[in-house]
């Protein structure tokens, strides 16, 4: 399968996700652990069905020392035995932070404060900030039919 649009050959495109993937870089380097964010990123793009941020965060986590047992039960987070309090909280504000249209309130008040309770305010920052950049990349890949399975380890950093 080809992508419809080829963004590091367009000069516009180019220009713009220059800018747009240095922010995603600068979140590498929060204080969010980064096998949390992996997670976090991966559960956010099967919400929304990237199956290239699916391949690549997939691979990432795996790098970053991420488990096939943990990776295989992200899915199905919520009756696994194998995230810990924080991570389930992080999965949690990502789920709703991605399903606005399903909840219609967006985060919820009791979600938001059980991520508070595991994580600073410039982790929460960094949380929130990672969630909305990954749902406006999966809307990009998504859109264009970005294809998966050729990633390789840190490919874009």
């Known amino acids: 399968m080809d992508a419809r649009l080829n963004y590091f050959a367009n000069p516009a495109a180019g220009k713009a996700l220059k800018y747009f993937m240095s922010a995603g870089r600068e979140l590498k380097e929060s204080p969010l652990l980064a096998t949390t964010q992996e997670l976090v990123a991966l559960r956010v793009s099967q ?3 990237c199956a290239a941020c699916i391949d690549m965060h997939t691979k990432e986590a795996a790098a970053a020392g991420e488990t096939p047992v943990r990776l ?5 987070w919520r009756e696994a035995t194998v995230f ?7 999965l949690e504000l990502a789920e709703q932070g991605t399903r606005v249209a399903d909840a219609a ?3 919820s008040d009791d979600v938001w404060a059980r991520a508070a309770q595991h994580y600073d305010e410039e982790q929460l920052t960094a949380l929130v900030l990672l969630v909305s950049f990954m749902n406006t990349v999966n809307r990009l ?3 264009t039919q970005q294809p998966a399975g050729d990633y390789q380890v840190g490919q874009f950093h």
Do not use: Y
């Not at 295989?72 to 199905?76: E, G, S």
């Not at 810990?84 to 992080?90: H, I, K, N, Q, V």
């Open 141 to 143: 890949n998504i859109i």
């Open 84 to 90: 810990t309090a924080a991570e389930r909280a992080a």
């Open 47 to 49: 919400i929304n069905g």
């Open 72 to 76: 295989n039960l992200i899915a199905a």
């Open 105 to 107: 309130t967006g985060v």
